[in-house]
């Protein structure tokens, strides 16, 4: 079973910033809090990951909270390239075994 | 960087047949991972190699699955004989050391007839 619990689906205007939710209530110290997509008849490909700390890069920020057990994904100036599906993944820092859950499909609108 | 490489993109064959998929690494990486996806099952990991080496093939559905990594850049997903129930995509994804991310190719959609 996932380890993860998502929104199964999100919509978006475009140009805003979208805010993914994640909840990881069972995460435990040395495990790392993933972020993929995967666009409509692509491979999933990687966006962003932590530990602890927020982190940013060139696709987006990731947010997460004191206690570690929830974060947010988000997509500043989102565009309609940005719809696909994103899958919050939690795994024990050896990128392995990862277990994708059903992740949330975000639609952006014109 | 050409990317993860898989071939072919579709195949379409009849139940019982042999079924072969091909996965070429990126260059330099040592790990790879074959996964299937369907709509019920979502995304789901089949077997991980390391170093040409099988880590852990508890995912592979039955006997009629093999894998093999023949060197450190090319990998073989094969089905034998092929059932309807095998349709999916196969994805294989390949990552450089065991905490970089992972790195998908195009994955190859299979349907058996």
Redesign the interface.
């Known amino acids: 079973d996932a380890k993860t619990t998502q929104p199964p689906s999100m919509d978006c205007a475009e140009g805003r910033a979208a805010n993914l939710p994640c909840n990881h209530s069972t995460i435990s110290g040395n495990e790392y809090v993933y972020w993929y997509r995967q666009i409509h008849s692509q491979g999933p490909q990687y966006i962003i990951h932590g530990l602890k700390n927020n982190e940013t890069n060139e696709m987006a920020s990731l947010i997460i909270t004191e206690d570690r057990k929830s974060s947010t994904l988000i997509l500043p100036h989102a565009t309609l390239r940005d719809t696909a599906v994103y899958y919050c993944i939690v795994e024990g820092g050896s990128n392995y075994q990862l277990i994708w859950g059903a992740g949330t499909k975000l639609i952006i609108k014109p | 960087d050409a990317g993860?490489i898989q071939s072919p993109r579709h195949e379409v064959t009849e139940m019982g047949q042999e079924v072969t998929l091909r996965c070429k690494l990126i260059s330099g990486h040592n790990s790879l991972f074959w996964y299937r996806q369907t709509m019920m099952r979502?995304?789901?990991?089949l077997i991980?190699f390391n170093n040409n080496v099988p880590?852990?093939d508890s995912g592979m559905p039955e006997d009629r699955f093999s894998a093999k990594m023949p060197n450190a850049s090319f990998s073989t997903l094969k089905i034998q004989p092929s059932e309807p129930r095998d349709s999916a995509v196969y994805?294989c994804?390949s990552?450089q050391g065991?905490?970089?991310?992972?790195?998908?190719?195009?994955?190859t959609r299979l349907t058996v007839l």
């Open positions: 993860v979502g995304l789901e990991l991980y880590i852990d994805f994804a990552i065991p905490t970089d991310t992972q790195y998908f190719g195009p994955g």
